[in-house]
């Protein structure tokens, strides 16, 4: 079933792409968290066991990118740059630490995504373009922490895994698409300036 995730992760990325213009900062940070869900799928056997180092460190990226698409929402674009290499610090050391790495990848997880939801939370009850479907995506993400390892059937959990991953990468698109298709292109950005310019000029 983690193929399906892997694959759904794949068509995302391909969906910003074409947005990149719009908000290049914004579209490679969605880009890294969409495919280090994706590496992280297709490296794990879907189990709680079944993580090898290199899904640790494409969890982690999508991770980072989280937080800080996150700061960026929350708090604006030079908060997020100026605590990005704290958080790939971070990252770095929960990779790096010698004791049980995958409680100390899942309680890295659930913190964050619990730190996420509360901003997003704020950030739908103000409206903001997007938020409502982002905040969905994170509820979707935290259910696939714990919720297939609840369920004692192994078909039954994949599924819901596959499920909760399908779910949460769809919300995450549909907020990427609407939010990145409200931010003008450079091209339309000069044309807004020039207006300006010429408005001016008739003012004078």
Request: charged share 15%; hydrophobic share 55%; proline share 3%.
């Amino acid at each position: 079933m983690e193929w399906l995730v892997s694959t759904a992760a794949l068509l995302a990325i391909a969906g910003v792409v074409p947005q990149f213009g719009r908000d290049s900062w914004k579209a490679v940070l969605w880009i890294l968290l969409f495919g280090g869900q994706g590496f992280a799928a297709l490296l794990s056997d879907g189990t709680q066991n079944g993580f090898a180092l290199s899904a640790i460190l494409a969890i982690t990226l999508a991770l980072a990118s989280l937080a800080v698409l996150t700061l960026d929402a929350g708090w604006g674009r030079s908060k997020a740059r100026f605590g990005l290499p704290g958080l790939l610090a971070l990252g770095a050391a929960v990779v790096l630490l010698p004791s049980d790495q995958i409680d100390i990848v899942l309680w890295s997880q659930t913190a964050l995504l619990t730190f996420a939801v509360v901003v997003f939370a704020r950030l739908e009850l103000q409206h903001r373009p997007g938020a409502g479907w982002i905040l969905l995506g994170l509820l979707a993400w935290l259910g696939r922490l714990w919720l297939p390892s609840m369920v004692s059937d192994e078909t039954a959990a994949g599924l819901l895994d596959a499920g909760l991953g399908l779910a949460m990468l769809l919300t995450f698109m549909l907020a990427v698409r609407k939010q990145l298709r409200l931010t003008p292109t450079g091209s339309q950005r000069g044309a807004s300036l020039k207006q300006v310019d010429v408005a001016q000029i008739d003012m004078d």
